[in-house]
């Protein structure tokens, strides 16, 4: 389980029979084999795990379900600059973020960003089928990991306001038109609407 707060960003290495590579300035010494780290808001098992000068190397894999929901498709590889990284949360820790999983339920493009002067607005296309009813004002939703807020929703798009520290520490300035990110709905509005 994770909460949506970014910790710091990572670089894809290598990517090659459904083994990733991933290196990150985050401090991962208390990370072992078998533990879960968020990449992208993607929940995935370490494999091995290294420490190389200022960076932490390691290796997790890729199942044929988690590249077919993901960004971490093979044709979507080449388009990813950096990914989120988060260690999975303990018991006693900080949640600031929402209760995140880590299983991506599929993707969305980017349609729009505006630059305003305290914040940014990014717009994702909107699902037209029965995954829009997750898409409802001021509910949590998972971006690329990112704990955000839905803004404004309409037919064909829904919106996220971006405040500059969310901004400056993940992967989002570095995203622009059309790039595919990973979705996660929020599990309560899952649940509260499967009851319902």
């Known amino acids: 389980m994770f ?26 010494n208390e990370c072992k084999i078998g533990s879960s780290i968020a990449c992208n808001g993607v929940c995935l098992t370490v494999t091995d795990i290294k420490h190389i000068d200022e960076n ?14 993901t960004n971490f498709s093979p044709n979507l590889f080449n388009k990813i600059i950096k990914i989120n990284i988060e260690k999975s949360l303990k018991i006693g820790e900080e949640i600031s973020g929402h209760f ?10 980017i349609n729009k960003i505006n630059e305003l002067k305290n914040s940014w607005e990014f717009y994702f296309e909107n699902f037209n089928n029965q995954d829009s009813r997750f898409i409802v004002e001021k509910a949590s939703i998972c971006i690329n990991g ?28 570095y995203l622009k038109l059309n790039d595919i990110v990973n979705v996660e709905f929020d599990y309560l509005a899952r649940f509260t609407k499967r009851l319902l």
């Open 3 to 28: 909460t949506g707060i970014i910790q710091n960003l990572g670089e894809i290495v290598n990517f090659s029979d459904g083994e990733l590579e991933i290196s990150t300035p985050l401090d991962l």
């Open 56 to 69: 932490f190397l390691f290796k997790v894999n890729l199942g044929e379900e988690t590249q077919y929901r």
């Open 100 to 109: 995140v999983y880590g299983h991506i339920d599929r993707t969305t493009k």
């Open 146 to 173: 990112i704990s955000l807020t839905i803004a404004k929703v309409e037919n064909k798009f829904f919106s996220i306001s971006i405040i500059p520290h969310t901004f400056e520490n993940t992967n989002l300035k």
